[in-house]
């Protein structure tokens, strides 16, 4: 249960910041003001409800990855092994993770229908330049905790991390990662997610 409610959630998670960001609103401002439209869109889209992984895919890199750090995201899911990449590496460690997680929970997007955010206090100052954002996601059940870390780009806030239920997104992928690097190298783990991003997507 636990874990079903954690990849229904980390589906969300991209799909919450899907809108044009702008430099006056504040990190927390900007997750409640987009939370509410995007998570509407899902209800009223039934191929996304359906686990469509392309049109996911789609919605994703249009809407979502411009404010996101995904180079940052996947480094911290590498680990140590990212300065060992090569640019080319690097590029398609980047590519194939992000289908990795558009396919993995794309399935689970099926799942959002009632789920409202409520949003926690945010403790930053002003010249802060990476915050958490702490909110409550209410729907049926007890609230589930979505935490997400942001950190200032020029004049637009990024997320690189999200927390679902105490777990944090890049710390689920990092030891897996790890072991297939030390077991095939960096050439073996892109291979492996190449692999997992081909086969039929699981429904859910």
Known sequence: ?????????VATVF???????????????LVKQLSTEVIDTVKADKEIQAGDVRKVIALVDS????????????????????????????????????????????GALSQVRDQS???????A????????VRTEVKGKGDPIQLDYRLEKSGDTW???????LGVWL???????????ISAS????????????????AAKS
Do not use: C
């Open 185 to 200: 190298g960096i050439d073996g783990l892109i291979s492996k997610l190449a692999e997992r991003n081909k086969a039929p």
């Open 1 to 9: 249960m636990l874990m079903r409610y954690w990849t229904a959630l």
């Open 117 to 123: 955010v409520v949003m926690k206090p945010l403790r």
């Open 170 to 180: 890049v710390e689920t992928y990092r030891s897996s990662f790890a072991q297939e």
């Open 15 to 29: 799909l919450l910041l899907g809108s044009a960001a702008h430099a006056e609103t504040a990190p927390d401002a």
């Open 158 to 164: 990024k997320i690189y991390d999200v927390n679902v």
């Open 125 to 132: 100052q002003p010249a802060d330049t990476e915050v958490l």
């Open 63 to 106: 809407k979502v990855l411009p404010h996101v750090n995904f180079q940052r995201m996947t480094s911290m899911a590498v680990g140590r092994y990212w300065r060992q990449a090569t640019p080319e590496q690097k590029s398609r460690l980047q590519d194939e993770f992000k289908v990795l997680l558009v396919r993995t929970y794309s």
